[in-house]
């Protein structure tokens, strides 16, 4: 088709490589919410598997990156082994604030989408609660006074990202807490199994006040602004670029203005007895970039597409560059074109062909051509 012809000519001269950087995130992109269960026990003083405490909570957090983050989580106790009887049946609350590192993206880069098996490391501060109802000391019979204590939690997850989008997690999380103590208020040894700080109410670490824990959890990414559950690359071009990229494409604009004998024409049938003669212009092409390997659409292509108004005749083509197998590139040129023509007949306009024509030229042509008719 000599139309295409004119759009793939167009189109070369929009398109650069693009840099590994991720798009800029929405207020409330990249939110997730989580809920997790597993068993803890004291670290020290008795045999880890003699006592172990059930425990469950739940998890919400953002992402502010694909490597820092951070969550809140709270989890509550169920049982007082391997500690003294506090006379109920939910022993304790922790809650904290906690940072995490996705490693697996700091060390070996973000590559479009989370990895399929992937480790992050977890720190945090937190409030521990201890509940009473009106137990006693096994040796004074004091009354026990409710207990709130400043926690702290270090950790691992071994996280598995599932699903097509990658929207879901499920992680396994060993983790060692610590509960800073001071002073107990009876002045006497710690009543909830815990050895007092003698040199005041000062925090400190201590491992003879902290338990170790291993819990197992699931995670639900939110939708986000770009149309996935997780960040995406952006196309990042410098100045140098798009001055380049600006020039051929007023060079072509120039060559079509001093000959417009020469304008590729279209013959649009509109009826079985009556063919339109229609010139196709440069204005009314539309260019939607795509990153590499990829065929969702970012918030710039969709951007350009909300100018083709509702009721407007588009004709698409897809394409891709030279990497990767050709059947592969045919495929994701097709997947191309389909997104857009989904996208746009969404909002009302008629779609009057959509095909993917693999690779076109020898560089980078990630792309979606729109001829608006």
Excluded at 40 to 49: E, L, S
């Amino acid at each position: 088709m000599k139309k295409l012809f004119l759009m793939l000519a167009i189109s070369m001269a929009t398109v650069s490589v693009s840099a590994q950087t991720v798009t800029e995130s929405k207020t409330f992109d990249n939110f997730y919410i989580g809920i997790n269960g597993g068993v803890a026990t004291k670290t020290t003083g008795h045999k880890w598997m003699n006592g172990l405490d059930p425990n469950f909570g739940v998890r919400i957090g953002r992402y502010f990156t694909p490597v820092f983050g951070l969550a809140v989580e709270s989890n509550a106790y169920l049982s007082n082994k391997p500690w003294n009887s506090t006379g109920t049946f939910v022993r304790g609350l922790n809650t904290q604030l906690l940072g995490t590192v996705n490693l697996s993206n700091w060390f070996g880069g973000y590559l479009g989408e989370p990895r399929t098996f992937e480790v992050s490391a977890l720190y945090g501060l937190g409030w521990g609660h201890i509940f009473t109802n009106g137990a006693k000391n096994e040796l004074t019979q004091l009354s026990y006074y409710p207990a709130n204590r400043m926690t702290s939690k270090a950790a691992l997850d071994f996280t598995f990202n599932l699903g097509a989008a990658k929207a879901w997690q499920f992680y396994i999380e060993p983790s060692i807490n610590w509960a800073f103590l001071g002073a107990n208020y009876d002045g006497l040894e710690s009543s909830y199994g815990y050895k007092t700080i003698t040199n005041g109410d000062q925090p400190a670490y201590n491992i003879h006040n902290s338990y170790v824990q291993l819990n197992a959890g699931i995670v639900y990414k939110f939708g986000n602004s770009n149309g996935t559950h997780n960040f995406t690359i952006a196309q990042v071009r410098d100045q140098a670029e798009i001055d380049a990229l600006n020039a051929r494409i007023n060079a072509l604009q120039d060559e079509l203005a001093k000959k417009p004998k020469e304008v590729i024409k279209e013959v649009v049938k509109e009826a079985p007895a009556q063919n339109i003669v229609r010139e196709v212009k440069v204005e009314d092409l539309v260019f939607v970039t795509f990153a590499q390997g990829k065929s969702e659409l970012t918030k710039e292509a969709k951007k350009a597409l909300d100018e083709v108004k509702s009721g407007k005749h588009v004709q698409i083509v897809g394409t891709a560059s030279p990497e990767g197998p050709a059947d592969l590139n045919q495929r994701l040129s097709e997947n191309r074109a389909k997104v857009v023509a989904d996208y746009l007949k969404n909002r009302g306009v008629v779609i009057d062909e959509a095909t993917g024509k693999g690779v076109q030229g020898t560089t980078s042509n990630r792309l979606a051509v729109v001829y608006v008719k």
